[in-house]
């Protein structure tokens, strides 16, 4: 699946890579719409009705991520609500294993993520994970989110890395595309996002459901 010798940068994302992506998934398809509901006095039925279209409209956008933006659109403190149930946020299987392994190599490793700052923060105090890498990138922070080709263009300028020698492993197949589409060689699927529901069937690139696949190469 992959030639380690070939690789010199690692981009590892958070949320359905690293991270067990049913608590994102819980969050913004039950948690924020029971507390909207709350909110105008609504059924669950039909806050999320409202609420869908709005999420599946900025779908790649940075704001999509932004939890200041969604803030001032629901009206609700989306950081502190992800704090109240900050207990769910889990790693998922072999993640340290392989983070250890990448550690112990001669690999730069990156963490690269669409998570605003606030959950980005949260998750890395809840996960202890910070320390496996070299340089943790934020999507919000070069301003563009990693479906955009200018993310890329923006990240590579400011930390040189070489599309040849580099893996991207990402859940997102649009962020897959987006990266295959700027030149990155090697790209690597989790099948496997979260941890509640079944793999994912994925054709267009090498999928994994856990890092053991490629623990005894590494």
């Given at each position: ?67 200041d ?42 963490l ?32 563009f ?17 070489q ?7 990402d859940d ?27 793999s ?5 690139y ?13």
């Amino acid at each position: 699946m992959l030639d380690w010798n070939r690789i010199e940068t690692v981009f590892l994302d958070m949320d359905g890579t690293l991270l067990d992506l049913n608590f994102d998934n819980h969050f913004w398809l039950e948690f924020v719409p029971q507390r909207y509901a709350d909110l105008h006095g609504l059924s669950l039925i039909e806050s999320k009705k409202i609420l869908q279209p709005l999420f599946k409209n900025m779908e790649g956008k940075l704001e999509w991520y932004c939890l200041d933006y969604w803030s001032e659109q629901l009206n609700l403190n989306i950081a502190g609500l992800k704090a109240e149930i900050a207990g769910l946020i889990s790693v998922l299987p072999h993640v340290s294993d392989f983070l250890t392994a990448l550690q112990n190599s001669n690999k730069r490793v990156f963490l690269v993520t669409n998570a605003h700052p606030d959950s980005l923060s949260l998750k890395m105090e809840h996960s202890c994970l910070h320390s496996f890498f070299d340089e943790i990138v934020c999507s919000h922070t070069l301003g563009f989110a990693k479906e955009n080709q200018q993310f890329w263009s923006s990240f590579q300028q400011q930390y040189h890395w070489q599309t040849d020698s580099s893996v991207m492993i990402d859940d997102s197949l649009a962020v897959l595309n987006s990266a295959e589409r700027f030149g990155i060689e090697h790209l690597i699927a989790m099948n496997k996002p979260d941890s509640q529901q079944d793999s994912k069937n994925i054709t267009q690139y090498p999928a994994i459901q856990d890092f053991r696949a490629l623990l005894p190469i590494l």
